[in-house]
Structure formats: C-alpha cells, structure tokens
C-alpha cells in the first residue's frame, strides 16, 4: 500500500487532486479565509495610503467641547448656532453624523410644561412659552442654510418611528432593477430625524456602519434599501450613505443620482456604476464600496465650541470656507468609535470624509467579480508548475522556487493595488502553493524511504554500513536492469570442502561455514566490496558497483592479501577443538580468484523477484582462476588486467593459461604482499629468480630454468613451494619430452 501511495504517478494525482479543490473553493467566503485577505489589503492600505485632499473638514463634538458647553444631546438652539456660524464661514456643505430623533426637551415650551404648579407659577409659564422653540430654531437654521444634510442610522424595528425621508430620488438605467435592491444592504428598522430637520435639509442619507467579520470596515454601502424588500403593502426607497449625499449636495443639490449596469464593461469593471454629475462611482454587485483609507491628522479636527463660540482662528475658518464639512464625535462616551484598517479606534465621522476624498479624488479599490477567476487561474497555472517540477527537482531547490512564486504573488498583488486600485489575494494561492509543496515534500520523503528501505533489504548483507549510506543517497540506482561497467570480481572457496564436511554434522558443517563466511565478509564490506552471492563452502563478491570505486583492482587485491589471515583464528579454534577431542585438527584454507574487465551489473531475475549480480566473460574468468589456485599450489590468482591496475604491489607472474571454455590464453597473477613487501630488496631478488625461470621456461632453456626454479624456492622461504614443485615437474618433463615446435609457453588447463 504504502509503495503504491509512493508511486511517482499516484504522487502527481494526489497533488492534482489537491490543486483542483484549491481552484474550486477558490472562491471560499471562509471566515478564516477572509481574515488572511482583509489583513494583506489592510498592509497594502498601511504601506501605500491614499493621499490628502483639501477639501474636507471635520466639527468634532470632542471632550473639550463636552467641558465647555455640557453634557450631550445640546439644546438645539446650541445646533442651531453651530450650522449658523458653519454657513456664514463660508461653509459649503453641512453634514450630521447625528441622529434628532426627538424633541429637545431644553425647549422653553418643553420646560413651561414640566413645571410644578406652585404660586405665581403661570405667569412665567406664560412667558416661557412666548420664547422660540429650539426645535423650530434648528429647523429654521437648517432652511435658512439651504447646504445641511441630515442622516439616519439602524436601529430595532420596534424603535422605527417613521420612514426616512428622501430628497432626492435616483435614477436607474437597467432593465431589471429587482436584483440591485435584492443584493443592497437593508436594515430592519431605522432611527430618523424629526420630520421638520430632514424636511427642510438640502438632503439626508444614512451612517449605517456594516464591519467585516473582524470588526474593521473596510467597505460601506454606497446606498441602502428600506423598508427591506416584500414587505406587505410597502414600497421600499433607495437612500445614499451620509458620505455621498453630501457628496451630491457639493456638487449640485438638485442632482440626482443616476445608477446603470455596465453593458460593456471591462474586464476589471465593477458590475454597477453610480454617476453624480461629472464623477463615476464603481460599484460592486451588494451597492459596496471598498473605502481608500488615509490618515486623518489630529489637527484636522475643529472643536466645535471654537465654531459655536465664534473663537475660531484664521486658520480654522480657512479650514471651513468653501468645504464639506462633517460634524460628528471623537468623545468615547458617544458611542462613535469605529475600527479601520489604518487604526482600530478612531471616530466613525472619518469613514465618511475618506469615500468623499476617494470618490473626489477619483481613487479607489476595486475587486470585481473577475478577480476570484484570476485567483483561481493563478493557482492552477502556478500549482501545475509546482506538480510538474516535484518529481523531478531537489526539494531545496523546489521549495526556494515555490518561496519566489510566493513572493512573486505578493508583490504582483501590491503592484497591481499601487497602480489600478486592484485587491489581488495573494493570501490563499500561496497557502495552495504552500500546501503542495509540504505534501510533494511528504511524499517524496515517503518515496525516498521506501527507495532506501528496498535498497537496505537488497543489500543490507552484502556491502558495509558505510557503503550503504552512500548507496541510499542515491536509490534511484536500485532497478530491474543495469549496466556494462568494469569491475574486480573475486571468487573464493574453501579446499578440500567435501572431504571436510565428511567428519561434521549437519550443524557442525553450519557452524563451520559460518566461522569462513563471516571474517570473509567483513573483509569485503569493509572495502567497499559488494558480495553477489554465497554458493555452499564459495562466495563471489565484486567492486565497483552499486557505487563507483576508481581503486576497485586494489581494494580486492588488499582484502585476497587479508582473506587467510583473517583465518588464523578459525583455525586455531579448530586446532583447539580437535585436541580436546582426540581427533586430527581440520584447518580451512581459502583458493582465491580476482580478475577485473567489463561485466554486465544490476539488478537481474523477475519483476517479483530480483537479485543484484553480475555477468560477463570476466566474471567466468575469475572463477575459472579460482578453480586453478589448487592446480598451481596457490592460494591467489588474479588476472592480467587486475595485475596491470596494481603494478605496485607484490605480484608474481605464474604462468600463460588456457582456462576451460575459453580460446585465448591469458596471462596470470599470483599475489604475495603488499606495496611495503614490494619494495624490499628480498622480494626483489626473488621476483627477479622468478622471472628469469619462466623466462628460460618459455623459451625451453630447461637447465637454466630449472636453475632458477632452485633459486627462486629457496628464495621465496615458506612461500610458493607447492608451487615451484610443480615448475620443476614440469621442466623435468619437458626434459624427458620436449613440447612440439609450435609450442608457445601456454598451459592448458584440464578442469575448471
């Protein structure tokens, strides 16, 4: 299951899948979601605010002013001055982030009404009552300034007490305008101004606060529907937002507000458009506006006991003259605390001056419904890319590509805000890009496992830890099949194994092979060497495969050199054994044969099953010298080319043979130490005896080679004396009978 799931293909299928449910929730309203892409515009906001526009004041009902004129609702008498004073300054539009919604109850008439019945009482009731009604004094100051606007909010619809009144009715240039009111903003209920201040304002719109699911309002309908639609036996109007009823009051009060769908529109359109003279106003499908935030300085505010009190400098009236101005509250106790994204307190008056800044400035955001296609062609294209790379790349390199895609995202997305005002999410496509990685990271590590496990259980026997972690850096060369490459093949086995095995039992005999197995294949791992197989009482092993070894000829030379050595111990065991018991002592001697040339290496058998070997003639060649150690008294042969790769080492040429099964004959190598033992003068002396018998061998000058054979015995001490027995059999044949004229120095063998 787990190979399956590590299958490179099944790998790019699960990335696949992954992708295409990425591309369809592309579009995902998720609360998480939303978060991740509010805080990436609002960062965008931050870093590349909108710039400031003079044209726009803010009267705040601050703290000081709260100090200095009393507690709030003022009497309206108090209201009165301030539009007043606001229109004589030259003030060209008056806007009320504030709802009168009932009588003022500071009104002469209002406190006449509520006094005790006491002595003398009713002639200042009279009097009280022959003073101006401060609601009639706002009402009259409002008229008389012709440039108010009013405004109404939300509220319970058991608190509704009338409809909102509209001073100016907007025009719609659609065939269907069922679906603008469906999708527009509608509250259940609304809290207006008394009729006689909205009657006679120059307009009214509404300060309805809608925040995202994190509190922070970054869009603000531009209109709202009321009462909300299919309401029994009710029609419902459209109202302007506060913002932009002013807006239309500055330019013209007598316009009207003209909304049409874009026929032909671009693609980065808005679905809507509102027109009001000269400006056009995008629109998204829901009547939203995505607000183009700046940073409104505190110096921007003008208390308003310095406009009621008539203390105003200079500056202030310059501030006022010929500007919209808003009049709301920065007092905490007022309740108009708003979040945005460039501050999360800060007094709601501030979203109305930014869409009147925006919309005059012609600046805004924009994200049209072709956006959420553009994300998902991003992510698909992008995530593609990622798929086809996976299998193919380092994950260090994949994960430093996938890291400047990202990047690339990002900044495209703040790009493409800083220059058409569009909100790209980069947010989400590179959480999909972050997530494909993690999962090709996961499965390739899985696979990787799974490529090193199979090649731990292939070869886990048979070649050294330290070889092994090289080999499973590189599993991809663990598969069915192979290659043709040079090796050092060496193949061993134990003399005289069946009359050995005679005297044991069965588990004796295992015991024993174990005992020549064991130190045998320590040495092969522990030279890089990979063992093939073990065949009975033999073993073959060769270098240079899996892995490269470029000193394979001398690796398997040294570890011929270490093989009866690394049997002392056995034997001396075995000694020890049979004279405890009373019986003759079987001691194990090793035939070695090494040859090097081109073999075929891999992984070879069935697709179920499969071994890792090697095949070749210099393969059979080496097991062929193996089997001709006994016939020349030796424990090492090794072939010509072996020999050629280490000239520096102790090598004795012992003869030129025809092995069984082959034609040509070859040159072979006996081998007796090291580079050390090379170098000494009494190998030297020997090696020369030797070379000089075969020499007059070859040549049949029997005498002389018989002379050097003597020389070259003594010479050579415990060493090799099987062997110059046999060369002086031999020249004692020859003696007797001379070879044929066509003789070349070549032996050929009689058995394998």
């Known amino acids: 299951m787990l190979r399956f799931l590590t299958n490179k293909w099944v790998h790019i299928g699960v990335l696949v899948l992954l992708l295409g449910l990425a591309v369809f929730y592309s579009g995902s309203n998720h609360e998480i979601r939303k978060r991740l892409q509010f805080a990436t515009f609002d960062t965008y906001n931050r870093l590349h605010p909108r710039p400031t526009l003079d044209k726009v004041s803010i009267i705040d009902i ?29 003030a060209k539009v008056i806007a009320f982030d504030v709802v009168f919604a009932e009588s003022d109850r500071t009104s002469p008439e ?24 401060n609601d009639k004094v706002f009402s009259d100051s409002i008229r008389d ?41 509608t509250a259940p209920g609304v809290a207006t101004n008394l009729p006689e201040f909205s009657s006679v304002a ?137 979040s945005t994204p460039l501050d999360i307190f800060v007094p709601g008056v501030e979203v109305h001056v930014n869409v009147v800044e925006q919309i005059l400035q012609g600046k805004y955001l924009k994200r049209p419904d072709i956006i959420i296609g553009v994300e998902a062609t ?38 493409a805000y800083i220059l058409e005002g569009l909100l790209i999410d980069p947010v989400y496509p ?109 073993m073959m092993a060769f270098w240079n495969a899996p892995l490269d070894d470029p000193n394979h000829a001398r690796h398997a030379c040294l ?31 090793a035939g070695i044969g090494v040859n090097t040339g081109q073999c075929s290496v891999g992984n070879m058998g069935s697709k179920q099953r499969f071994a890792y070997s090697a095949l070749g003639d210099s393969v059979n060649l080496a097991s062929r010298l193996e089997g001709q150690t006994k016939a020349y008294g030796l424990n090492i042969l090794i072939g010509e080319e072996t020999a050629k790769q280490v000239d520096d080492l102790a090598l004795l040429e012992v003869d030129l ?34 070379n000089g018998m075969l020499a007059a061998y070859r040549i049949l000058d029997l005498s002389c080679a018989a002379q050097d054979c003597k020389e070259a015995k003594e010479k050579a001490g415990e060493q090799l004396q099987a062997f110059y027995d046999i060369y002086q059999a031999r020249i004692a044949e020859f003696t007797k009978n001379p070879p044929p004229n066509d003789w070349g120095g070549v032996y050929v063998a009689k058995s394998k």
């Open 430 to 538: 590179s959480a999909v890009l972050s997530i494909l990685f993690l999962v090709s990271s996961l499965l390739s590590y899985a696979r990787s496992e799974v490529d090193r496990r199979q090649v731990r259980d292939a070869f886990g026997h048979y070649i050294s830890p330290e070889f092994m972690e090289e080999l499973t850096k590189s599993p991809e060369l663990l598969k069915l099949g192979g290659d043709t490459r040079e090796l050092t093949v060496m193949f061993t086995d134990i003399r005289s194994f069946t009359k050995i095995s005679e005297k044991l039992t069965p588990e004796e005999l295992i015991q024993l092979m174990n005992d020549f197995l064991t130190p045998m294949s320590d040495l092969v791992m522990e030279s890089r060497g990979t063992i093939d197989k073990y065949m009975g009482d033999a």
């Open 378 to 415: 991003i992510i698909g294209v992008v995530g593609l890319l990622i798929i086809l790379l996976a299998p193919f790349i380092n994950v260090i390199w994949l994960g430093v590509f996938t890291i400047i895609l990202m990047g690339g995202m990002f900044y495209g997305s703040y790009q």
């Open 202 to 338: 120059a307009g009214n719109g509404s300060f309805m606060a809608t925040p995202d699911v994190d509190g922070i309002i970054r869009q603000v309908s531009l209109f709202n529907v009321y009462p909300p639609p299919n309401e029994k036996g009710v029609k419902s109007n459209l109202f302007p937002m506060l913002g932009l009823e002013a807006l239309r009051v500055y330019i013209n009060a007598k316009a009207r507000f003209l909304i049409k769908s874009r026929k032909d529109k671009g693609n980065l359109d808005t679905n809507y458009v509102t027109r009001i003279a000269n400006f056009e106003i995008p629109i998204e499908s829901d009547s939203k506006l995505w607000v183009y935030y700046r940073d409104i300085k505190d110096e921007e505010y003008i208390s308003a006991h310095e406009i009621i009190n008539k203390t105003a400098s200079p500056d202030i009236q310059e501030k006022i003259k010929d500007k919209i101005i808003f009049i709301g509250t920065s007092a905490e106790g007022l309740r108009d605390i708003r």
């Open 110 to 133: 209002h406190i006449a009404n509520n006094l005790p019945d006491v002595e003398n009482i009713e002639s200042i009731k009279e009097e009280l009552k022959k003073l101006p009604n």
């Open 559 to 589: 570890t011929a050199l270490k093989m009866n050595e690394a049997l002392k111990p056995v034997n001396e065991a075995l000694q020890k054994r049979g004279d405890e018991e009373g019986t003759e002592p079987l001691y194990l001697n």
């Open 62 to 90: 601050d703290e000081e002013s709260l100090v200095k004129l009393g507690q709030f609702p003022w009497p309206r008498n108090v209201m009165a001055d301030l539009v007043t004073n606001l229109k004589e300054m030259g």
């Open 145 to 185: 300034a012709g440039n108010v606007v009013t405004g109404f909010t939300r509220a319970r619809p058991e608190e509704s007490l009338r409809m909102p009144y509209q001073n100016s009715k907007p025009t719609f240039l659609m065939r269907n305008k069922d679906d603008f009111f469906k999708h527009t903003f």
């Open 657 to 690: 043979i025809q092995v069984v099964g082959r034609e040509e004959p070859v040159r072979v190598y006996t081998l007796v130490g090291d580079a050390e033992f090379a170098r000494m003068q009494e190998f030297k002396a020997w090696q020369a005896a030797h």
